[in-house]
């Protein structure tokens, strides 16, 4: 799989830290052999995002916030000085207000829902709508989903709403974009310890209870999700769109407490 991805070039978007899901494919990508741009959240993150992609070759580093349909547009325009063609993104996005990632979902207020469906779905679909443009050769492109989409998760609450609705968007984006071989899937990734994570009530716990429980009795890192995204990304997912490929040690599978797992 060496230079599976050479002479490719792809946007990462998402990347905070070293910790970030970002990472873990931005690094699968490039041993890979593709060639990166990455953007950024605002000037605290610039700081942080600048080595990461300096230690990946790439000084393409370009800010974008996701909420602002403008900040999108400049975005791609400053890629398309560096770059005429675009074969892959990646969106590993997603917010919501703290303080209602705990508790109850039915307390949700109309602002934060309205936010947390803006940032966390809407922004896949808006930053598509440029990536189509820049697409010449095909494309793919993935988004970053989680199981609280499908079951009840503790604390989810709203963003196991919006995560139901990317997870939709992921399939009527692969019909639109697919007559111009254009894929489009998303990767439902087990919890792992990021900074957006540290937002969810219970965290820990939740953590505990996927290792004790999932088949592979452990959690996923971010190198896990990293070679699920590079089979996503690259040709060897040639056949693959409209997919949310679970990338979780098998805990959606499960039906029930491991009989072995310890009492928590
Ligand atoms: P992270 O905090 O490292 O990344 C989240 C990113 O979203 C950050 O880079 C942040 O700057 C960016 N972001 C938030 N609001 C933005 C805005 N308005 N404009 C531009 N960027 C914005 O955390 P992560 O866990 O790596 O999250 C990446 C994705 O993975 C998210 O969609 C998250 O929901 C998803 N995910 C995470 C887990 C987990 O357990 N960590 C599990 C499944 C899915």
Known sequence: ??????????????????????????????????????????????????????????????????????????????????????????????????????????????????????????????????????????????????????????HYNVMGVAKAALESSVRYLAEDLGKDGIRVNAISAGPIKTLAASGIGDFRYIMKWNEYNSPLRRNVTIDDVGKSALYLLSDLGSGVTGETHHVDAGYHVVGMKAVDAPDM
């Open 1 to 154: 799989q060496s230079e599976i991805m050479a002479g490719k070039r792809g946007l990462i978007m998402g990347l905070a830290n070293d910790k970030s899901i970002a990472w873990g494919i931005a690094r699968a990508l490039s041993e890979a052999g593709a060639e990166l741009a990455f953007s950024y959240q605002g000037d605290a993150l610039k700081k942080r995002v600048d080595p990461l992609a300096a230690q990946l070759g790439s000084d393409i580093v370009l800010p974008c916030d996701v909420s602002d349909e403008a900040s999108i547009d400049s975005l791609f325009d400053g890629l398309k000085q560096r770059w005429d063609s675009l074969d892959f993104v990646v969106h590993a996005i997603g917010f919501s207000d703290k303080n209602e990632l705990r508790g109850r979902y039915v307390d949700t207020s109309r602002d934060n829902f309205l936010m947390t469906m803006d940032i966390s779905v809407y922004s896949f679909t808006s930053v598509m709508q440029r990536a189509e443009k820049m697409m010449n050769n095909g494309g793919s492109a993935l988004t970053m989903t989680y199981y609280g989409a499908e079951r009840i998760m503790p």
